[in-house]
């Protein structure tokens, strides 16, 4: 397959492609590389939430708590409406909407904005 | 009285059950007394009650009560195997057979009883035994051995115990009554009948009405009882269990007051005619009775240490009801069975069927229960037996109560005052239960744990839950069971919605019966429901983000990240070129490797992209997935078997092989491990398991419900000697019964525990059919058996599956990575870097050994 870091079609400026929806199974999260080391570990956990309108949440892939880049392979659902992914080594969940560990105050995970386009989810600074 | 001082020397002679008893509940209340015991048995105290069960698969230490270090541990100092022969009470001095003397300030004598043995002609010599220790059941296991027929002068209540030894030992089985009934202290005319019809089906004969006249050595057999009609039977053992007798004889000797007919006359404290001694058990004589029974005798250990330790706990005569198994048949005693007070009105019962026999003695006025009894079917003992002890008023009605299923509803824990006992087993009291609600339990765990009820037998747990339910909600608390916030039903009432509608996805259920995402604690427990009831692929689309990471990537997910993967090894029985290939694939991948608890090969440390390669050469090399990621059946250990041992009995290996071969891959509300032992020595510790199987002489014992691990709990045996088929289908619907009923996350040993009705109810589900679901259930496992494939198999086969094994969704494999796996080699394998490791690798990512970076 190739690799649409390398093979971009029309970029919005200054965002990074990421991979394609097709590539993302509803509820059931993927982990993706991205360069830059303002992410912890280059590795993001890409959710695809569905719906009418659905959404794609990304997270830093790395659980501050477990020590081990894992998120994306958590199971996603709600605590209270608020849509979290349970980490698959300890069981905390952390929120899709703003990173923040439901169990411990003081622990959060980074939350990347994305655009989705023409069939492509971009990472937006 | 002399006050308490912890500097009072306590001899206490007798270790029976209610001697160990006194010591355990002296010790609690009095940590730092000085208290010495004298066991005239070589053993420390252990459980007689259950001692014919040592010839049904248990062994001695099974069966023992007082471990000697938990004695040393309190400060008790022990002495066995030496008998006390006298009491000085002058000197307060006891000596022993060996000459050995005990000073003592207290003394407690719990010498307990003996067998009685008819002043018959020819009662003594070879092949005439009694019955009450385990050196007594040696000496009948020896005698038994190339010997045919057995004979137990005796028809009570220990009588036909020592009966089921005799049948468990392989002779054919006799009993002789003196009276016209058996156990005719317990049960009327009526139930002793069809007491007697159940035991004759079982194989054991009865005679009745035969007193034994004397026992003469010549004649055809070894043995031949003469009785008093003239009539004769031939044996090659014999054992007198017509009753037992107080052993007062030490306290005779030393001028204690006994009674006319034997037994240490005490009061209310236990204490005999000299304040300075106490007498406990089947030794003690109260208000002109000896109380034969477990239960009074702690009463009277828990009265004698209150009272030596100033809290008294006065004993004042106990309730001889009784429930108990004898020869496999329920039988129950409440009060007077037999109805002898004037204007009695009794109501009985007959089900000629599944021979059943039920009485219920009620006074005049019928408001009150005076006695009942119960053959074949005891499960309204709990009931009737609150109605009896705390006098409560009998509904309109009381004929309703005998109508089997009736009662098991027919009383709640509210009607009860506050003093009535819920659990007789550990004398815990309404009051008690309603204290511990008010100390903060909050279900009838917790309850159990503060208080200990229904931790024994668990006969009382229905009636526990009814009034802890009643309790709670009553404080506005109503145990709420739903499963998480996405669903108001419980795991059980999620797995029938499923099976009635037909419900294949999570989605569905999710919008006809849920709302929200749902979670990480609905979605694996549906996903689990689903594989149980219709066994898809647990890596197709809708299935997939069910998933826990373990079942996701069919592997086991470790503290860094990666994951191990255990291959099935049947039994634990693998040959050398699959040991070879193990081995192969371990190097090639240098993955550290461990041999597991289950009998089979752990291989650590895989990213998650190498696992398609890695079950490749493993499946081509013959191996299947084990399942060791899923809420699923994990192994059968086994030991080796007849094949090779030499005290097999039967094929462990094989039936364990079969049984793994059977039921591999059934998704459960837990996990799942059984175990086969070829004999009764248990080397596979099938005792331990959820579902354990012991070969004996005839076929399989089967246990079930144990636990190892961090809650350790003993099997149940459930069925004795079963062959292949039956054996198979019992635990076909067990299995079924255990998935479609327990909670999420429930272990066997916990599901039991709570099942309402505990053991005896499983029984009536399982083997009697009671629920009429048996053939479902059977059809049930058939179409999971039917349907197995190996799941890694079915992944390699499908591209779409295998897709989800991509590291990244935006590129190829991943070593390298930053904050990828790290690891450093210990003991010649790898392993996952510490933070602190990791750190000191930052710019050195090599694998390098422990030792060098230490240096």
């Known amino acids: 397959m190739s690799d649409p870091m390398l093979d971009a079609p029309s970029t919005p400026s200054r965002a990074r492609l990421l991979c394609a929806v097709d590539d993302l199974v509803p509820w059931a999260g993927v982990a993706g590389r991205v360069s830059g080391s303002e992410v912890p570990g280059r590795q993001v956990a890409v959710f695809l939430l569905p719906g009418e309108t659905p959404e794609v949440r990304v997270l830093g892939n790395y659980d501050p708590i477990g020590g081990a880049p894992v998120l994306s392979r958590g199971i996603v659902g709600d605590v209270a409406g608020e849509a979290v992914v349970a980490s698959p080594l300890y069981k905390h969940h952390f929120s899709l909407v703003d990173g923040r560990c439901l169990e411990q105050d003081d622990v959060s995970v980074p939350v990347y904005r994305t655009l989705v386009s023409d069939g492509w989810v971009y990472l937006l600074p | ?855």
Not at chain 2, 296 to 311: D, I, K, V
Not at chain 2, 805 to 820: E, H, M, Q
Request: glycine share 12%; with cysteine; net charge negative.
């Open chain 2, 1 to 855: 009285m002399q006050q308490w001082s912890n500097d009072m020397n306590i001899l206490v002679i007798g270790n029976g059950m209610v001697g160990h008893h006194f010591v355990m509940r002296l010790t609690e209340q009095a940590p730092q007394a000085r208290v010495t015991v004298l066991g005239a048995e070589p053993h420390a105290a252990y459980d007689r009650v259950h001692l014919s069960e040592l010839f049904a698969g248990r062994r001695p230490e099974d069966l023992m009560l007082a471990d000697p270090s938990a004695y040393a541990d309190r400060g008790v100092v022990a002495h066995f195997g030496d008998p006390a022969v006298a009491i000085d009470r002058r000197r307060r001095r006891v000596t022993t057979a060996s000459g050995a003397a005990f000073a003592y300030d207290k003394l407690v004598l719990a010498t307990g009883s003996y067998p009685f043995v008819p002043p018959i002609e020819g009662a003594e010599g070879p092949g005439r035994f009694v019955y009450r220790t385990i050196e007594d059941l040696d000496d009948i296991r020896a005698a038994a051995a190339g010997a045919g027929t057995g004979v137990v002068v005796g028809g009570g209540l220990l009588g036909l115990e020592c009966a089921n030894a005799l049948k468990h030992l392989g002779l054919e089985t006799h009993v002789v009554e003196f009276a016209p009934g058996l156990m005719g202290a317990q049960l009327d005319q009526d139930g002793s009948e069809v007491l007697r019809g159940r035991i004759e089906a079982l194989g054991v004969q009865v005679h009745t009405s035969r007193a034994t006249e004397r026992i003469d050595e010549a004649g055809e057999s070894p043995l031949t009882l003469a009785f008093a009609d003239g009539s004769a039977l031939g044996a090659d053992v014999v054992v007198f269990s017509a009753g037992i007798r107080p052993q007062d004889s030490l306290a005779r000797d030393a001028g204690l007051e006994c009674g006319p007919r034997g037994g240490i006359v005490v009061d209310e404290h236990c204490r005999s005619s000299d304040p300075d001694v106490h007498a406990i058990g089947e030794c003690a004589l109260y208000d002109g009775r000896i109380f034969g029974l477990v239960a009074p005798g702690y009463r009277m250990a828990e009265a004698a240490a209150g009272h030596l330790t100033g809290s008294p706990a006065p004993f004042t005569g106990a309730d001889m009801s009784t429930k108990l198994k004898l020869l496999g048949v329920d039988v129950g005693a409440i009060g007077d069975g037999h109805g002898r007070g004037e204007g009695v009105l009794a109501y009985t019962f007959q089900d000629p069927v599944r021979r059943v026999y039920k009485r219920l003695n009620v006074s005049g006025d019928g408001r009150r229960l005076l006695g009942a009894v119960l053959v074949g079917d005891c499960a309204s003992y709990d009931t009737l037996l609150q109605y009896y002890q705390n006098a409560l008023a009998l509904p309109e009605a009381p004929e309703s109560l005998l109508i089997p299923g009736s009662a098991d509803v027919g009383l709640s824990g509210d009607a009860l005052p506050d003093a009535a006992t819920i659990c007789s087993c550990h004398n815990v009291s309404k009051g008690a239960i309603v204290g511990a609600i008010d100390g903060g339990c909050m279900s009838i765990a917790d309850v159990k744990a503060a208080t200990a009820a229904s931790t024994g037998c668990g006969g009382c747990a229905p009636l526990l839950k009814s009034l802890v339910d009643g309790e709670l909600e009553a404080r506005g608390l109503e145990a709420d069971r739903s499963l998480c916030e996405h669903f108001d039903y419980t795991r059980q009432e999620l797995f029938h919605l499923c099976q009635v509608e037909e419900l294949r996805t999570y989605d569905e259920l999710l919008r006809r019966h849920g709302r929200g995402y749902g979670c990480d604690i609905c979605k694996p427990t549906a996903a689990s429901i689903l594989a149980s009831l219709w066994n898809e692929h647990v890596l197709d689309d809708p299935h997939r983000g069910l998933q826990d990471t373990n079942d996701r990537f069919l592997a086991n997910m470790q503290k860094d990240g990666t994951y191990s993967v255990v291959p099935r090894v049947p039994a634990g029985e693998i040959t050398p070129d699959k040991l070879l290939v193990l081995g192969r694939v371990a190097k090639k991948y240098d993955l550290y490797t461990k041999i597991t608890g289950g009998q089979r090969i752990d291989l650590f440390g895989a990213r998650v992209d190498q696992l398609p390669s890695i079950w490749r050469e493993l499946v081509e090399a013959g191996f299947e997935t084990g399942h060791a990621y899923g809420k699923a059946v994990r192994t059968v250990k086994s030991c080796v078997g007849s094949t090779w041992c030499r005290y097999g009995v039967q094929d462990s290996v094989g039936k364990a092989i079969a049984l793994e071969n059977r039921y591999k891959g059934l998704r459960s509300p837990h996990k799942l491990k059984f175990a086969v032992s070829g004999c009764a020595r248990e080397c596979a510790e099938a005792q331990s398991k959820d579902i354990g199987v012991i070969a004996t002489e005839h076929g399989w014992n089967l246990y079930v419900c144990g636990n190892g691990g961090m809650r350790p709990r003993h099997a149940d045996l459930f069925a004795t000697d079963l062959d292949d088929q039956t054996l198979i289908r019992y635990i076909d619907r067990l299995l079924m019964f255990y998935v479609r009923t327990a909670d999420r996350l429930q272990r066997t040993s916990v599901w039991l525990e709570n099942l309402d009705g505990g053991l005896d109810y499983l029984h009536a589900v399982i083997i009697d059919d009671s629920l009429g679901i048996a053939a479902e259930l059977e059809s049930r496992m058939a179409a999971v058996v039917g349907t197995y494939r190996c799941e890694w198999r079915a992944t390699l086969e499908d591209p779409e599956r295998l897709k989800q094994f991509r590291p990244f969704v935006n590129g190829a494999a991943g070593a390298g990575t930053d904050d990828g796996p790290v690891f450093v080699r210990e003991r010649g394998q790898k392993r996952p870097a510490t933070r602190d490791e990791r750190e000191r690798l930052r710019n050195d990512p090599r694998l390098v050994d422990v030792t060098e970076l230490s240096s």
